[in-house]
């Protein structure tokens, strides 16, 4: 008898497949828009300074590899929060703390199990379109996935039709927000758009659950924690997934944290106690290396500086390639088309490209972006944005 006989196979991950892919193709000239990591001028997606430095120190200073607790971290968790938050947070004494997790994604995953084992009967809603990997974690975790309209069909915003559906989903329920540089369209939510957002929010008594994921990618690192910190002082009760994935440039040591805001200190207590219990059975504790890094760095000014200057290059090289993708467009009549690719945030841009012309991209110009039309504005090469306007233009005419 075969146990695995009935094993069917699932299609590889939408994202991450496309790492193998890329490297496969043998075409010198090909160029990967795929998986989100920043790239430099060198294509290479560099250590920043910072954390080279702080990995010194760290190799100098490490006295145990025992383990850290099953919230992590506890300097890590400090200071992101007050990163997150802001330190003049009057939260950060006793009303808000981070559960440290293996990335973003890990803090996701933990927040789904939370919400399915603490408060069961609740659904989450998730912008449509979200990060494909939303969808399958909260449905992993048995969770009802509804979604509300962010980008249609006209790859425009939908401010209108997201507070209408928003108004109309059942009381008590999540909502998984993007506190910026939306994943995968790049559009964000205007000051005022996050206003009304918010009084759906209190109106229906709704849970939300922010995903942080580019601080400092959008419009720096203090405006992209505007959502966040209002959404913070405004309500009682609070989750955000924080990810040091693309900030410090820390991908592989899977560093980020679920953030809890609770009513009172006592009830955050509680939470917290839930949390560790399903941490355990998840991952027990959580990795150290990346978290003491980020703690080393947010801990000294100095290296602090130095951080918050390397996160402000890496938004202006991103926002100026944007700009140069757009201005190589012109000669093709395509500028005003994809204009909107200056008006998006952060790493990615929803081009508007079909499913049909990202495959001739890939099969033709060796050009890698996800199926959707996602394109990693943070992968692009300033010398070749002629080459990927040319090859854009001819799937396009
Ligand atoms: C992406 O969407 O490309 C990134 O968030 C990386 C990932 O884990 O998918």
């Known amino acids: 008898m075969?146990?695995?006989?009935?094993?069917?196979?699932?299609?590889?991950?939408p994202i991450l497949g496309l790492?193998?892919?890329?490297?496969?193709?043998?075409?010198?000239?090909?160029?990967?828009?795929?998986?989100?990591?920043?790239?430099?001028?060198?294509?290479?997606?560099?250590?920043?300074?910072?954390?080279?430095?702080?990995?010194?120190?760290?190799?100098?200073?490490?006295?145990?590899?025992?383990?850290?607790?099953?919230?992590?971290?506890?300097?890590?968790?400090?200071?992101?929060?007050?990163?997150?938050?802001?330190?003049?947070?009057?939260?950060?004494?006793?009303?808000?703390?981070?559960?440290?997790?293996?990335?973003?994604?890990?803090?996701l995953r933990l927040a789904a199990d939370f919400i399915a084992?603490?408060?069961?009967?609740?659904?989450?809603?998730l912008s449509d379109p979200t990060w494909p990997i939303h969808e399958s974690i909260f449905a992993a975790a048995g969770l009802r996935v509804g979604h509300y309209p962010y980008v249609g069909t006209d790859n425009q915003l939908q401010v209108e039709a997201m507070l209408a559906a928003l108004s109309h989903v059942p009381k008590g329920d999540v909502v998984l927000l993007h506190a910026c540089c939306h994943n995968p369209t790049g559009f964000d939510l205007s000051a005022d758009d996050w206003r009304r957002v918010l009084e759906v929010v209190?109106?229906?008594?709704?849970?939300?659950?922010?995903?942080?994921?580019?601080?400092?990618?959008?419009?720096?690192?203090?405006?992209?924690?505007?959502?966040?910190?209002?959404?913070?002082?405004?309500?009682?009760?609070?989750?955000?997934?924080s990810s040091?994935?693309?900030?410090?440039?820390?991908?592989?040591e899977r560093t980020g944290a679920l953030i809890v805001c609770a009513e009172t200190a006592?009830?955050?207590?509680?939470?917290?106690?839930?949390?560790?219990?399903?941490?355990?059975?998840?991952?027990?504790?959580?990795?150290?290396?990346?978290?003491?890094?980020?703690?080393?760095?947010?801990?000294d000014n100095e290296l602090k500086r130095l951080w918050m200057d390397e996160v402000e290059a890496m938004r202006q090289r991103i926002a100026s390639l944007r700009a140069g993708l757009v201005e190589a467009l012109q000669p093709h009549g395509l500028s005003e088309r994809f204009a909107h690719i200056t008006q998006q945030r952060g790493m990615f841009s929803y081009t508007g490209l079909s499913p049909t012309q990202v495959q001739r991209l890939r099969e033709d110009f060796s050009v890698y972006m996800v199926g959707s039309g996602r394109a990693n504005m943070?992968?692009?090469?300033?010398?070749?944005?002629?080459?990927?306007?040319?090859?854009i233009a001819r799937v396009c005419h």
Do not use: M
Request: proline share 5%.
């Open 2 to 13: 075969s146990h695995f006989h009935s094993i069917a196979r699932v299609p590889g991950d």
């Open 19 to 107: 790492i193998d892919a890329y490297r496969a193709d043998g075409n010198p000239a090909k160029l990967d828009l795929g998986v989100g990591v920043y790239k430099d001028a060198q294509g290479l997606t560099p250590i920043p300074c910072a954390v080279k430095l702080a990995e010194q120190r760290l190799v100098e200073g490490e006295t145990t590899k025992s383990y850290i607790g099953g919230h992590g971290d506890a300097l890590f968790a400090s200071l992101l929060t007050q990163l997150v938050l802001g330190a003049d947070s009057p939260l950060l004494t006793e009303r808000a703390a981070a559960t440290q997790t293996p990335g973003g994604t890990g803090a």
């Open 117 to 125: 084992r603490c408060l069961p009967s609740r659904g989450i809603w």
């Open 202 to 241: 209190k109106a229906r008594e709704l849970l939300p659950l922010i995903d942080f994921a580019y601080q400092g990618f959008g419009d720096g690192l203090e405006q992209d924690a505007f959502a966040v910190r209002l959404f913070a002082a405004e309500l009682p009760e609070l989750l955000i997934t």
């Open 244 to 252: 040091c994935s693309k900030n410090f440039g820390l991908y592989r």
């Open 266 to 299: 006592t009830k955050l207590q509680d939470v917290r106690s839930q949390l560790a219990f399903i941490a355990r059975n998840l991952w027990s504790t959580p990795p150290a290396h990346g978290a003491a890094v980020v703690a080393s760095i947010l801990a």
């Open 378 to 391: 943070a992968g692009l090469d300033a010398n070749r944005l002629d080459q990927l306007a040319s090859a």
